[in-house]
């Protein structure tokens, strides 16, 4: 046993004797449990001096009196991890997944050589993965995804001989990668290195992988030169999936090179040959080609992406004319879409759900007590609400509030939304929940609390709340200056001003940070499950707010019949025909396209996930980046926009072809612009385990913006 470890344990036992009745495994445990800051579900609760066997603790199990395996994933624990694990001398298998861990690897890990799986992805873990780790001769899974860690992988990992599964993603790991990796690691059957910083050439012995199932990926990444022909002698059943790097030349035409699609080497710029659309030149390369994913963080300086001056041949000016034509075309067939639908509406029955507020305003119909109902009477069930605070900068209580001129902003499944201006000058905004849900009052009270312990500059702040038997109300912040939605197509009745590139990257770096601040660092890392233009509120600064987080869950609560609160919960996950936040909408409100900003996935899986948040992203900065609805009319046919994007890279169609023609002269931005591009599309991805943590996506932006 390590000799300082050794002392603690003999002071603390002389405080507490019960500790002495524990064996070394025991109080390794505690020891671990001792080092963690907080246990949000209390997981770990029966993990006490008082039960001398550990084999009974929650997420430990033994095997012949001996800790076999420690098991405790997605629970909240949050703290260092302590070196006192090495002290478990037959564990096999450790799984602290999707927790708040955080700092470096303790060396004395990788002492227990016994130790088959170490899984430590979704953490906050970060520095060096320890040379130490080529110790571990029997480990057969390592999972250290999703984390923070940096620095070339030690070239002992090749002595883990056992491995079968090997999953770096999601780090910030550089260098080339480590010799003899595909000669010793033979027993491997996945292998992910994506979205890390590794360069160099790729190893050709990385084709000696026989067993290799499912997917190689080696994407988003800085490799370069040609791709070694060895990867086609892969099971031909492997996806091998290299895009985003900075591979040249041809495409090799066999095995399971020969299988993969063109999405497999997409956003490798100098890369020629089947399937992708770009024939390689005499010397076999593409040397000349531009692309539309030059990686700017390697760029040694010049635009990679030209606005089609000079140079260009005579066919390329006609297929150039021919498509300026088709878009005109559509464009026009659009606008007569677009007024015979509206031509329709108004000479039909109106059934309009409400109107923009700077149209009621002008005429006056607004402007009310907050605290009165639509007859005018005081309601009463509004002097009973229990009023508090979640801050301690509110310096107002409930009877300002209910004395307070009130501005009816929207109506929604969630409620009614108001901006109340108290006496002292103040704006908030205040939704108005459904009536009901007084059974399930502290449940409530429960959620509005937890959600207003979440503080950061790019989520909206939940100042308060007011909770009774039969009224419901939350307290916000009031942001004044609209949504995301207005700012990128603009409204009818206000004169439309163009963000500019630089506001639009601002507005960008704002929501990725607020959404990673919500994944990674909110008591229970929250999904806020509903992310769109329009729950993105402007401050006058134009940085962004997130809003609405968390409204889904409170309406379900606040339903009267359970028979309707599982339909109500369905309603607020996969339908979203609340108008904006701060502004009434009719129901052809472009806003109200919510189906565009969910995940494929979406559609089947009952659990919200992160990856639904990194999706629905992904899809807003295409908007921001094209200026287009997410929805686009293309002939007689709808297509959403990221197929409309997708369709664009794969036909090779130039940068301002997909750019908002009003940032195309955004001059020397082509290299950001194609990077966050870039950055969408990974978001956007099919398969949610293959889109980016938010975690990743804020520190890219950090590193393009810096």
């Not at 929501?511 to 929250?526: D, Q």
């Not at 993105?536 to 809003?547: A, K, V």
């Not at 904006?580 to 009719?586: G, I, K, N, R, V």
């Not at 301002?656 to 023609?661: K, L, N």
Request: charged content about 15%.
């Amino acid at each position: 046993m390590n000799p300082l470890l050794f002392l603690l344990i003999l002071l603390v036992c002389n405080h507490n004797p019960h500790l002495s009745a524990l064996n070394d495994e025991g109080l390794a445990l505690l020891s671990f449990k001792q080092a963690l800051e907080d246990d949000t579900e209390s997981y770990l609760i029966n993990w006490n001096s008082t039960d001398p066997n550990p084999c009974s603790w929650h997420g430990v199990s033994c095997r012949n009196q001996k800790v076999h395996a420690l098991v405790v994933p997605n629970i909240g624990l949050s703290g260092y991890l302590s070196p006192a694990l090495a002290n478990l001398s037959s564990i096999r298998h450790v799984n602290l997944e999707n927790n708040l861990f955080r700092g470096t690897l303790p060396s004395e890990l990788f002492h227990s050589t016994r130790l088959k799986s170490l899984v430590l992805s979704g953490n906050s873990l970060y520095g060096p993965l320890p040379t130490e780790v080529g110790n571990l001769k029997n480990l057969q899974m390592l999972d250290l995804s999703r984390n923070s860690f940096n620095g070339t992988i030690p070239s002992s990992l090749v002595q883990c001989k056992e491995l079968t599964t090997l999953v770096l993603s999601q780090n910030y790991f550089i260098g080339s990668l480590p010799v003899g990796l595909g000669n010793s690691l033979v027993n491997l059957q996945k292998l992910n290195l994506s979205y890390n910083r590794f360069g160099g050439s790729i190893p050709g012995d990385i084709g000696n992988l026989s067993n290799l199932h499912g997917t190689l990926d080696l994407s988003h990444n800085f490799f370069t030169g040609e791709i070694p022909a060895s990867l086609g002698s892969l099971p031909e059943l492997v996806y091998i999936d290299l895009s985003y790097n900075n591979l040249t030349g041809p495409i090799p035409q066999y095995g399971a090179l020969g299988n993969a699609g063109p999405t497999a080497f997409i956003g490798n710029p100098l890369l020629c040959g089947s399937p992708l659309k770009v024939s390689c030149q005499s010397g076999g390369s593409n040397a000349n080609s531009q692309s539309l994913f030059r990686n700017p963080l390697q760029s040694s300086g010049g635009n990679s992406i030209k606005s089609g001056k000079g140079g260009h041949s005579s066919s390329y000016r006609v297929i150039k004319t021919v498509a300026f034509v088709m878009v005109g075309v559509c464009f026009i067939g659009f606008l007569f879409s677009y007024w015979y639908k509206k031509a329709s509406v108004c000479n039909g029955v109106r059934k309009v759900t409400g109107y923009r507020l700077e149209e009621k305003l002008m005429i006056g119909r607004d402007i009310f007590c907050f605290a009165k109902k639509d007859n005018d009477t005081l309601s009463e069930n509004m002097e009973q609400c229990n009023f508090v605070p979640l801050d301690t900068e509110v310096d107002f209580d409930l009877e300002q509030l209910l004395k307070a001129s009130a501005f009816l902003l929207g109506k929604s499944s969630s409620g009614i939304l108001y901006k109340v201006v108290l006496n002292n000058g103040l704006a908030v905004a205040v939704r108005r929940l459904g009536d009901g849900g007084g059974q399930r009052l502290k449940e409530f009270q429960t959620e509005v609390e937890a959600i207003g312990k979440i503080k950061h500059p790019n989520i909206v702040n939940l100042r308060a709340y007011c909770c009774s038997d039969d009224e419901k109300l939350l307290i916000y912040d009031y942001i004044s200056n609209g949504d995301l939605t207005a700012a990128i197509h603009g409204k009818s009745v206000i004169p439309f001003k163009p963000l500019s590139w630089p506001v639009r990257v601002k507005i960008m770096k704002g929501i990725a940070k607020g959404l990673a601040s919500l994944h990674e660092f909110s008591p229970k890392r929250y999904v806020h499950g509903n992310l769109k233009p329009s729950n993105i509120l402007l401050g006058e600064d134009m940085e962004p707010h997130i809003s609405d987080f968390g409204l889904g869950r409170l309406a379900n609560i606040t339903e009267e019949s359970p028979e309707s609160q599982a339909e109500q919960q369905q309603m607020a996950i996969w339908t979203s025909q609340q108008s904006s936040p701060y502004e009434l909408t009719t129901t052809n409100s472009p806003s109200n396209g919510s189906s565009y900003y969910r995940a494929p996935e979406a559609l089947n899986d009952t659990k919200p996930s992160q990856k639904w948040d990194v999706y629905s992203f992904g899809v807003i900065l295409l908007e921001m980046i094209s200026g287009k609805l997410p929805s686009i009319q293309v002939g007689c046919s709808e297509m959403d926009l990221v197929q409309w994007i997708q369709l664009g890279i794969d036909e090779r169609k130039p940068l301002p072809f997909m750019i908002d023609p009003s940032i195309a002269h955004s001059w020397g931005e082509e290299d950001n612009i194609s990077a966050i591009l870039k950055l969408a599309l990974a978001c956007t991805h099919k398969s949610p385990d293959r889109r980016p943590s938010m975690r990743f996506v804020s520190y890219s932006f950090e590193k393009l913006t810096s």
